[in-house]
Structures are given as C-alpha cells and as structure tokens.
C-alpha cells in the first residue's frame, strides 16, 4: 500500500508549510507530512521552504539574517489568502509538539542546498530524539553530504538523497550516500529504473505527484509513498484503486536510454 505525504502540508488548499496547512493534511487522510527545515539567525530550526522570506511572508531577506523571534512574528498566511493572516513560520519543535501524538508519519527535508547551516543535522537529531519521532521520520536533503553527515551522527534513521533528473543507476548512489531509500522527481522515474529499486529493496517516494495519471501510476507500480500538495485526491484515489483499470503510461515511450547498460 503506498502511503501518502502532503507536501509542505496540504499545501493546494493552505499557504505551504504552515500549521494550516499540516492540520488540513491530517484531515485529509494523509499518511505523513514533508516539510522544509533551516534555521535562524539565533540557530532555532524552522520551517519554511526559500532561503529568502521574501515569497511566502510580508518579510524581506534572508532567513539566516533574522532570528527565530523575528521571524515568528511574520505573516506566513496572507499570501495565499487573507483568511490565513494569522499564520506564522513555525518552528520545527512547534510542529513536532503537534505531530507527536498523531498516528502521522515525517519527512524532514533539510534545505542547506544553498545556505550552509552549521548543526543543522544535530539540533534536528536532538529534537527528533526528545519526541521520540526517530522511527516514524525519514530525514531527505538535496545536500547529500548532509545526509552522510547524518548517517555518521546516527546509524538508525532513516535517509534518502532528494534528486531531479537522470542518475545512472540511482540504486547504488542511494547506498553510496548511506541511504536506504529514494526521494526523486516523478518524471525521472521510468519502468526500468523503479525496477532497479524494487531489486535492491530500496523504497521510492517521488515528488511531487499532483495529477491523477502519475498518482495512479505510482500505486501501481507500489511506490512506498507519493509526496503530493493533493492529499485528499491522493486518499479518494488510492480507495478506488482497485477499481481502476491497469494503464500503460509507457507504452509510447523511448526504451533507448535505459538499454545502455545492456551494451556496455
Ligand atoms: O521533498 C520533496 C520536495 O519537497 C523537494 O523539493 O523544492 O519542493 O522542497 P522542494
Ligand atoms: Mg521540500
């Protein structure tokens, strides 16, 4: 059974990484939440997804440059709707106090692709540890140094490298970055590679699945999870899965790139 994560929430229907939009998930039948972490001035994990404020508050400039004081007190709602002016940036501990007693899983990706956050793999450890979350998270990052950084800190949770575009043999970078599992874009996810993780026992779940095509696609070929702004589609979907007859979303496709290996 493929399990459902709102991507930064229910983020179609709420102002992305916000407890609105984590709440609506929970109401929605999601499995799990992914969400974005990095931290303040002040060194306070936070969720939000851009480096800047500037998109997703009425803040400008850069989320290191101000501190987790600061940056609570801005409006992370009014953006997407004014009825949302009272929302805020949380912060990571916020979030979990919430999670904790819900029957949820977690995906914290780290967002240190392009800012370099100093201990932000340990404050996210500690916290996952103080609220007894490890066993119940998956921790993705497209900083994949940050993800071995983690495996060093602790051999017990579980990782994936986020990735866009068409790695060669993905299983195997997977395993040389100490991960046991996948976080790809959707569109570089073909038959001949999800079969290459299913030979190597590697769980795939592809972001971010929004269309009906591609989600059920993805429950057909068994995805451990799909991560969608689209919870409650993902949820009415995958009930009616049996019902759904087989597609062939590949049959016009070109098969060439995948047969390199063969001739190698
Ligand atoms: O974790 C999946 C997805 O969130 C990665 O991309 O930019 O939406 O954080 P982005
Ligand atoms: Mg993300």
Redesign the pocket.
């Known amino acids: 059974m493929t399990y459902i994560f709102a ?2 929430g229910s983020s179609k229907d709420c102002p992305e990484n916000t407890m609105a939009a984590f709440k609506k998930a929970f109401k929605d039948g999601a499995d799990g939440i ?1 969400l ?1 972490v990095q931290l303040s001035k002040d060194g306070i994990p936070v969720i939000i ?1 851009d480096e800047k404020i500037d998109r997703t508050t009425n803040g400008k400039g850069y989320v290191v440059d101000n501190t987790y004081d600061e940056l609570s007190q801005l409006d992370a709602g009014s953006w997407f709707s004014k009825k949302f002016n009272k929302e805020s940036i949380p912060s990571l501990q916020l979030f979990l106090e919430w999670i904790t007693p819900l029957p949820m899983l977690l ?1 914290i ?1 780290l ?1 240190n692709n392009i800012v370099e956050y100093n201990g932000l793999e340990e404050k996210v450890l500690q916290l996952l540890h103080h609220y007894g979350m490890m066993d119940r998270t998956v921790i ?1 990052s497209f900083n994949h140094y940050s993800l071995v950084k983690i495996r060093r800190l602790n051999n017990y949770v579980q990782t994936a490298p ?1 990735y866009s575009s068409g790695l060669f043999e993905p299983w195997e970078y997977v395993k040389a970055v100490c991960s046991q599992s996948a ?1 790809p874009n959707y569109k570089s996810l073909h038959p001949y590679i999800m079969k290459g993780f299913k030979r190597n026992n590697i769980p795939v779940r592809p ?2 699945v929004n269309s009906q095509k591609w989600m059920k696609y993805f429950f057909e070929w068994g995805a451990e999870a799909i ?1 969608t702004d689209y919870p409650i589609l993902a949820r009415e979907l995958l009930t009616a899965f049996h019902h759904i007859p087989r597609a062939d979303f590949f049959k016009n496709s070109d098969q060439t790139f995948y047969n390199e290996k063969e001739k190698l």
């Open positions: 991507h930064r992914e974005d997804h995906n990706e967002k993705s986020l976080h972001y971010t991560i």
